[in-house]
């Protein structure tokens, strides 16, 4: 019944599209109105009719149109629009102006978030891809390839929250080289980012007794500066910030 519904409503559309296409607004009108009975919470018939009263120089059968697609949504910028022209030709401009600035700011948001979208789309295929590099590196041997790579799709995947992604790069990369000092100061840190305290404190405890066996060139230096990033955190954070500034 529900398809059945949606097939009237599509003709309908389909049939106002025509009639506007071949000059013929009244008769469009007429096609708007019958899909706009099927169409449930969807604006998009009585918008068309609003812009067609509008040609018409029908402007409060315009308004009347573009209430009720505003009605039924409304955030619509292209009703927010129809109804600041009707508003307009009706020689309301101060509200017409109001509305008219409202479709703009719903707009531009739009477009924001589409943008926003986008580049999270894109950034999410680019951790892909070096997860990808990271993969074909390791099976080649080349490990010192494949630990970057790794990182860079853990740090990618951290800055867009996807965390476990991101700590699952990490220890892709920490099963490659488990005595990596790097690696586990980036997972510190990411404990710590992501305020889980305990672990986070844990894996410093660890790296100080390494670096007091095995100091690797800077390593105490970098310790201390990931130690001073948090030292708020926990005492002993503070502690170990200290010891290495």
């Not at 404990?191 to 844990?202: D, I, S």
């Amino acid at each position: 019944m529900a398809e059945a519904v949606s097939e009237r409503y599509k003709e309908a559309l389909r049939l106002g599209h025509v009639a506007v296409a071949k000059g013929r607004p009244r008769e469009a009108v007429e096609h708007y109105e019958e899909a706009g009975a099927l169409a449930g919470a969807r604006p998009l018939p009585f918008v068309r009719m609003g812009s067609i009263f509008l040609q018409m120089r029908q402007p409060r059968e315009a308004n009347a149109a573009f209430d009720e697609a505003l009605r039924r949504a409304p955030d619509d910028v292209d009703a927010i629009r129809g109804k600041a022209e009707a508003l307009e030709a009706a020689g309301e401009t101060a509200q017409a102006t109001v509305l008219a600035r409202r479709a703009g700011e719903l707009e531009a948001s739009s477009e924001a978030g589409m943008a926003e979208q986008r580049a999270r789309t894109a950034a999410a295929q680019g951790n892909e891809q070096h997860i990808e590099v990271a993969l074909r590196a390791n099976a080649a041997g080349d490990r010192p390839v494949a630990i970057g790579a790794y990182m860079t799709a853990a740090h990618g995947y951290f800055g867009q929250q996807a965390y476990d992604a991101a700590f699952d790069a990490v220890l892709r990369a920490l099963a490659i080289d488990p005595g990596s000092v790097p690696i586990h100061m980036a997972m510190a840190d990411m404990y710590l980012l992501r305020g889980w305290k305990a672990l986070g404190v844990e894996r410093l405890l660890l790296l100080e007794h390494r670096l007091t066996i095995d100091a690797e060139p800077g390593a105490k230096n970098a310790l201390g500066q990931l130690a001073a990033r948090h030292r708020a955190v926990d005492p002993e954070i503070d502690r170990i910030a200290g010891a290495y500034a």
